[in-house]
């Protein structure tokens, strides 16, 4: 339980932040493909190219086991 706890504080931490990034809680993917028209939309679509990264890497260390490898 107290596991779940430090990860749940950890994870408010990281919602903060990416509030700050995202104010109305909305993702624009198509930042992927089209140049920022501001200094938000910058920030923004640098954000979710590491996001993009974080998750590629991840998917490299830890590879589908089964249909369900998700919640495993």
């Known amino acids: 339980m ?3 706890l430090i990860v749940m504080k950890s994870l408010w931490r990281k919602v ?3 509030k700050k990034f995202f104010p109305d809680s909305k993702v624009n993917l198509e930042l992927r493909y089209r140049e920022a028209l501001n200094p938000l939309e910058k920030l923004q679509k640098e ?4 996001i993009d990264n974080w998750c590629s890497g ?5 590879p589908p086991i089964g ?3 998700f919640f495993s």
């Open 2 to 4: 107290l596991y779940l």
């Open 16 to 18: 903060k932040v990416l």
């Open 47 to 50: 954000s979710i190219f590491l």
């Open 58 to 62: 991840y998917e490299q260390k830890n």
């Open 67 to 69: 249909r369900d490898w």
